[in-house]
């Protein structure tokens, strides 16, 4: 099994900067693909960004293109978002998702992960 932890949340001013990380851990590797999602107090979950191991990919939502940055780490199996011109829109809970899927075609959709963390909370104030 793969654990997922993230770090790295908190409140910053509207127009301010966080940086995310996750971390997997325990038995087996991520091969396909590590990302984030978000939600927010009575919104359903929503797609923000992923990167496909092989080839380096990125896929971003519409709604944080130009201020998010999924990198990979230098410890193995390491993601960092880098988040920049924050919005108060962007307060949610973040949460971190994995998969080693071979079929991994719906990037955007949270079916396509097996493996999740527990989440940390952004917030974002005006």
């Known amino acids: 099994q793969v654990q997922l932890v993230e770090s790295g949340g908190g409140l910053v001013q509207a127009g301010g900067s966080l940086r995310l990380a996750c971390a997997a851990s325990?038995?087996?590797?991520?091969?396909?693909?590590m990302g984030w999602f978000r939600q927010s107090p009575g919104k359903e979950r929503e797609f923000v960004t992923t990167?496909?191991?092989?080839?380096?990919?990125?896929y971003y939502a519409d709604s944080v293109k130009g201020r998010f940055t999924i990198s990979k780490g230098n410890a193995k199996n390491t993601v960092y978002l880098q988040m920049n011109s924050l919005k108060p829109e962007d307060t949610a809970v973040y949460y971190c998702?994995?998969?080693?899927?071979?079929?991994?075609?719906?990037?955007?959709?949270?079916?396509?992960?097996?493996?999740w963390g527990q989440g940390t909370q952004v917030t974002v104030s005006s």
């Open positions: 325990g038995r087996g590797t991520i091969t396909t693909a």
């Open positions: 990167m496909r191991w092989r080839g380096g990919n990125t």
């Open positions: 998702a994995a998969t080693n899927s071979y079929d991994f075609t719906d990037y955007d959709v949270g079916a396509s992960y097996n493996y």
